[in-house]
């Protein structure tokens, strides 16, 4: 009984302690990239791939995001979408998006975010968005709810919560991976929805978007082919904030799914089905 309650309160101190250093990462990382988002030049980023670039921007958060991690965390993992893999001997793994919405970023829309999710042995325990250009900090940790503050303008952190919406005036909103197989699955999603729903929209930040079904601004988000760095933070929110997250088979969501269907949860169901349509 002693050393289990000695071992929930390491937990808990440490727990504390990797929220503020993911907190104060993202607003380091945020006030840095605002001043390189001021006069970013387009032509400056390079091509990944065919559908994705990078720019120094997000390399320079990157660095600064792990190094921050590494002082206070030698011995935890890291998956970083630019530098990959970092092994480590405890069951804590960060996973990193230093700018998610980079497309967004190099065409100056405001809409991009800093991504940090914390998974202890598997389950994300804490999430972290924030979008600098906005000052909207999002922040969930695992059976403490979400919240939304902004560190810029200071005063007190509000609660969030998904909206009520279930039919009529529903936002749908969706993104997709790199691979041909997503992108069909996303256009054909897109199609149904466009023609039947509402709206449905690509904002260009899956945690933004993520963040904002948390908030109740929007219903849900669609992702076939889903990167880990893009959601882990975001799926705590949604979670956190009384919404539904599944893989597209319905399935819960883990950090081993291919895909990604977020939801307030009243409109979930209907998601799924559009999902499976032939
Ligand atoms: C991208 C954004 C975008 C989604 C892309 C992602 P990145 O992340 O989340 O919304 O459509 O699939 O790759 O590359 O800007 O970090
Ligand atoms: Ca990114």
């Known amino acids: 009984m002693f050393y289990a309650l000695c071992s929930m309160k390491i937990i808990y101190m440490n727990n504390a302690k990797i929220k503020k250093i993911a907190i104060e990462a993202a607003q380091e990382a945020g006030k840095m990239l605002l001043k390189e988002f001021e006069n970013f030049d387009r032509t400056k980023s390079e091509l990944k791939s065919q559908l994705e670039i990078v720019t120094k921007a997000d390399l320079k958060s990157e660095k600064m995001i792990i190094k921050k991690v590494k002082n206070s965390f030698p011995d935890h993992k890291i998956l970083a979408e630019e530098s990959g893999k970092q092994k480590g001997s405890a069951d804590y793994l960060w996973i990193i998006d230093p700018i998610?919405?980079?497309?967004?970023?190099?065409?100056?829309?405001?809409?991009?975010?800093?991504?940090?999710?914390?998974a202890y042995q598997d389950e994300i325990i804490l999430g972290v968005v924030y979008a600098p250009f906005m000052d909207e900090m999002f922040i969930a940790?695992?059976?403490?709810?979400?919240?939304?503050?902004s560190p810029r303008q200071g005063g007190a952190s509000?609660?969030?919560?998904?909206?009520?919406?279930?039919?009529?005036?529903?936002?749908n909103t969706f993104c997709h991976g790199s691979s041909k197989a997503a992108l069909k699955k996303?256009?054909?999603?897109?199609?149904?929805?466009?023609l039947h729903g509402f709206d449905c929209r690509q904002l260009g930040s899956a945690a933004i978007e993520l963040s904002y079904v948390a908030s109740g601004r929007i219903e849900s988000i669609v992702i076939p082919g889903v990167n880990a760095w893009d959601v882990a933070a975001g799926v705590l929110l949604v979670r956190e904030?009384?919404?539904?997250?599944?893989?597209?088979?319905?399935?819960?969501?883990?950090?081993?799914?291919?895909d990604i269907v977020a939801s307030n949860g009243k409109v979930h169901d209907q998601l799924l089905k559009v999902l499976k349509r032939k």
């Open 100 to 118: 998610d919405g980079t497309t967004n970023f190099s065409m100056h829309n405001p809409l991009w975010s800093i991504s940090i999710g914390v």
């Open 141 to 149: 940790e695992s059976g403490e709810g979400a919240k939304k503050n």
């Open 186 to 194: 996303a256009i054909k999603y897109y199609n149904y929805q466009k």
């Open 241 to 258: 904030a009384g919404g539904r997250v599944t893989d597209s088979d319905g399935s819960e969501w883990t950090l081993r799914s291919k």
């Open 158 to 171: 509000k609660k969030i919560q998904v909206s009520n919406i279930t039919e009529g005036k529903v936002l």
